[in-house]
Protein backbone atom coordinates (compact mmCIF):
# COMPACT_ATOMS: atom_id res chain seq x y z
CA UNK A 1 0.00 0.00 0.00
CA UNK A 2 2.58 2.46 0.57
CA UNK A 3 2.86 2.42 -3.17
CA UNK A 4 -0.57 4.09 -3.55
CA UNK A 5 -0.51 5.56 0.21
CA UNK A 6 -1.68 8.97 1.09
CA UNK A 7 -4.32 11.53 -0.20
CA UNK A 8 -2.53 12.53 -3.72
CA UNK A 9 -1.69 9.23 -5.16
CA UNK A 10 -4.64 7.74 -6.18
CA UNK A 11 -6.08 10.42 -7.93
CA UNK A 12 -3.03 11.82 -9.09
CA UNK A 13 -2.72 8.09 -10.63
CA UNK A 14 -6.26 8.09 -12.02
CA UNK A 15 -5.40 11.10 -13.88
CA UNK A 16 -2.84 9.99 -16.25
CA UNK A 17 -4.68 7.20 -16.58
CA UNK A 18 -6.65 9.10 -18.79
CA UNK A 19 -4.00 11.16 -20.55
CA UNK A 20 -0.56 12.36 -20.54
CA UNK A 21 -0.39 16.03 -18.85
CA UNK A 22 2.09 18.64 -18.04
CA UNK A 23 2.90 19.85 -14.91
CA UNK A 24 0.62 22.57 -14.94
CA UNK A 25 -1.95 21.18 -16.61
CA UNK A 26 -2.53 18.75 -14.43
CA UNK A 27 -1.98 20.84 -11.41
CA UNK A 28 -4.74 22.64 -12.70
CA UNK A 29 -6.57 19.45 -13.29
CA UNK A 30 -6.37 18.32 -9.81
CA UNK A 31 -8.66 20.86 -6.79
CA UNK A 32 -6.74 21.59 -4.15
CA UNK A 33 -2.89 20.19 -4.65
CA UNK A 34 -0.27 22.39 -4.77
CA UNK A 35 2.77 22.80 -6.80
CA UNK A 36 5.17 21.76 -3.85
CA UNK A 37 2.87 18.55 -3.11
CA UNK A 38 2.84 17.23 -6.92
CA UNK A 39 5.83 17.44 -7.25
CA UNK A 40 6.75 15.94 -4.59
CA UNK A 41 3.97 12.97 -5.21
CA UNK A 42 5.17 12.70 -9.18
CA UNK A 43 8.91 12.11 -8.24
CA UNK A 44 7.88 9.26 -5.53
CA UNK A 45 5.34 7.76 -8.51
CA UNK A 46 8.10 8.08 -10.61
CA UNK A 47 11.18 6.64 -8.70
CA UNK A 48 8.12 3.46 -7.97
CA UNK A 49 8.08 3.43 -11.55
CA UNK A 50 4.59 3.74 -11.68
CA UNK A 51 5.27 6.91 -13.49
CA UNK A 52 6.94 8.03 -16.61
CA UNK A 53 8.68 11.31 -17.26
CA UNK A 54 9.39 13.02 -20.73
CA UNK A 55 11.49 15.25 -20.82
CA UNK A 56 11.65 17.21 -24.46
CA UNK A 57 14.56 19.13 -25.49
CA UNK A 58 12.60 22.33 -26.19
CA UNK A 59 12.82 25.88 -25.21
CA UNK A 60 11.40 26.48 -22.75
CA UNK A 61 12.32 22.75 -21.49
CA UNK A 62 8.58 21.23 -21.24
CA UNK A 63 8.03 17.50 -19.79
CA UNK A 64 5.10 15.17 -19.86
CA UNK A 65 4.15 12.91 -17.33
CA UNK A 66 2.21 9.47 -18.02
CA UNK A 67 1.68 5.98 -16.90
CA UNK A 68 4.18 3.21 -16.78
CA UNK A 69 3.14 0.02 -18.05
CA UNK A 70 3.32 -1.12 -14.20
CA UNK A 71 0.96 2.19 -13.00
CA UNK A 72 -1.23 0.74 -15.95
CA UNK A 73 -1.61 -2.36 -14.24
CA UNK A 74 -2.46 -1.21 -11.33
CA UNK A 75 -5.34 0.79 -12.56
CA UNK A 76 -7.79 -2.29 -12.49
CA UNK A 77 -6.99 -2.60 -8.61
CA UNK A 78 -7.40 0.89 -8.11
CA UNK A 79 -10.93 0.61 -10.19
CA UNK A 80 -11.93 -2.19 -7.99
CA UNK A 81 -11.34 -0.75 -4.49
CA UNK A 82 -13.08 2.78 -6.03
CA UNK A 83 -15.93 0.10 -6.84
CA UNK A 84 -16.09 -1.58 -3.36
CA UNK A 85 -15.72 1.90 -1.66
CA UNK A 86 -18.81 2.94 -3.03
CA UNK A 87 -20.90 -0.35 -2.38
CA UNK A 88 -19.37 -0.38 1.34
CA UNK A 89 -19.48 3.29 2.28
CA UNK A 90 -18.31 4.25 5.82
CA UNK A 91 -21.19 4.33 8.43
Known sequence: MALIGGKWKVIV???LHHKDYHFNE???SINGITP???SQI???LAKDDLVKRH???T???QTVYS???KGKELIPLLNEITKFGKNHPLQ
Open 13 to 15: LDH
Open 26 to 28: LQR
Open 36 to 38: HTL
Open 42 to 44: LKE
Open 55 to 57: DFK
Open 59 to 61: IPP
Open 67 to 69: LSS
